[in-house]
């Protein structure tokens, strides 16, 4: 029967640190970004940018948000520690937003899309910060490859 070290992590600060579980929680936070994002367009911009070329340039960099996290996550699924570091740059991205809006744009309860505005907001808060915090114990574990489904070591 195989022992940990004491200098290993054991239990749930172990699986919070596998290379799958940062992965899985920060494809998580990208959904739950890309959610937010679908109810702000649809109940939040309309009223607060209704120009058209407005609307466009914050679709285009929420695109440019969601392309560049994607490529982040397949570099980490591609074993490239690189893409856990981009990663947790975008995982603060969801936190600060929801953070942001329940402290000062539209606090709980939130008129705006109730309650559906309230269960993203939150929700997203709660992905963002899941995904940080396994980012962080990945990066912390010092291993080199995320490769999900590999089977091997290399």
């Known amino acids: 029967m195989e022992t940990a070290s004491p200098s ?12 799958g579980t940062a992965l899985t ?27 058209l070329a407005s609307n466009a340039v914050a679709l285009a960099v929420y695109v440019a948000i ?11 699924a591609g074993g490239r520690r690189s893409g856990g570091i981009a990663g947790l740059g975008f995982a603060f ?20 899309a109730a309650p559906l505005a ?6 997203c808060l709660a992905l963002g910060v899941l995904s940080a915090v396994s980012l962080v114990a990945y990066l912390r574990s010092g291993r080199t490859s995320a490769a999900v489904g590999s089977g091997s070591e290399g």
């Open 93 to 112: 991205l969801p936190i600060l937003l929801a953070a942001s809006t329940a402290a000062v744009f539209c606090p709980t309860p939130c008129a705006t």
């Open 25 to 51: 929680l920060s494809w998580a936070a990208l959904l739950g970004f890309f959610g937010r994002s679908i109810i702000d367009f649809r109940y939040v911009y309309p009223d607060e940018i209704p120009d």
């Open 66 to 76: 969601l392309g560049g996290w994607i490529a982040a996550l397949i570099a980490l």
């Open 8 to 19: 290993e992590p054991r239990g749930l600060t172990r699986l919070v640190g596998e290379p």
């Open 118 to 123: 309230d269960i993203t907001n939150w929700v």
